[in-house]
């Protein structure tokens, strides 16, 4: 997958979100941040120019310099919410969902209004830092990605 910029971000592909509200994380994207290793992800805002949503994952959370949003949101942590239920925790908002082997995770309908998305939606996957990985829906990436001359794979 390509890097849209020399020393830019790297894309692992592009993801698409089914009438079924499944989406599929790039290949790459799953073996790189072992997100189905848990059976279940976080996935938590994006930032206001990209939209869409990141995605970590408990044990790549909790030991991090942020894993006081799972230690100071116990339910969040061990899922005692709801599957696609947002917790507001400074500034972002938080949910877990179930992630399949394959990477297939299964979004909830009210998630799509809350992160202001649709099925049929394109999300661009892009690495972050070592902790999450970014499903963005728009921005300069997205809007770069879409005159990139190569070939950038739609899972």
Known sequence: MPQMTKGGKFIF???RI???LTVRIPPQAVAEYDAASEGRIYLFTGSKSTGGFCVTRRGLLEPSKLGHILTENPAL???RIPAGEFVRYKGRAYC???VSREG???LIPGMLDFLDLLPGATLL???SSDIAFTMGARGPL???SRAYPGEIETY
């Open 13 to 15: 592909g592009k993801s």
């Open 18 to 20: 089914r009438d079924d």
């Open 77 to 79: 942590r061990d899922c």
């Open 96 to 98: 877990w969902v179930p």
């Open 104 to 106: 297939i995770l299964q």
């Open 125 to 127: 996957c892009i690495r």
């Open 142 to 144: 997205v809007e770069r």
